[in-house]
């Protein structure tokens, strides 16, 4: 699991502006301040991965980026995917999002993995459980959807995990998704979960 090289690709606003899907394709979604930036850099052990700078509205577009571009074998897009629908943007903005997203994740084929991360301190919120409805209806396969909880370091309370899992199990299957969806448990300062997020990297990655 090394990282080599990243490239960004570009920023993505519709599905005709998609980048070809040349290679397989891993999304990290979350609400902004999730940690999604973090856990990115942590898990390519990189500092920050650079955009192109001046590319304007980043926050709202999917961002490509390509690792190991000039490897066959472990190269994959990263896509980092805006956290709006989430965040208070006007409601035309909100819906295009989820229009987008939901033709995301039913037509774009190459999409083999997708990191739904949540703050381990808050558990699903209702745009979470937004998006949990719109990855049940698209119909992923084992282990292509992985839930991924954030910050964790700052949880000590052994109980308290226990009571942000179980209640995520529930939301996963009052909304539609698998019951054996896993769970990562994941802190950026730690680099707890890393190991775990790698091996589901890699599974789709030689498949
Ligand atoms: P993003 O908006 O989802 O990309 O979130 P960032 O990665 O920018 O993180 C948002 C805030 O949470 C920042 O202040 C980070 O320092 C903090 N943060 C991110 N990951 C962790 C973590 O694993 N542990 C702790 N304690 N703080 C974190």
Redesign the pocket.
Known sequence: AAVRQVDFVTGAVSMDTLPPPITTEVAFV?R????????VNMLCNRKALAYVSGTPGKTQQFNYFHVNAKDQESQFYMVDLP?VGYARVPRPVQEAWIRFMEQYLQYRTSLRLIFH?IDGRHGAMTDDEQLMRLIAASGRQKGEYVVVF?????MDKQKLKQAVINETRSALSRNGCRSDTPIVI?????RLGRDEMWRHLQSVLVS
């Open positions: 979350g902004s301040n999730v940690g999604k930036s973090s856990l956290g991360l954030t910050k964790m370091d700052k994941s802190s950026s300062s730690t």
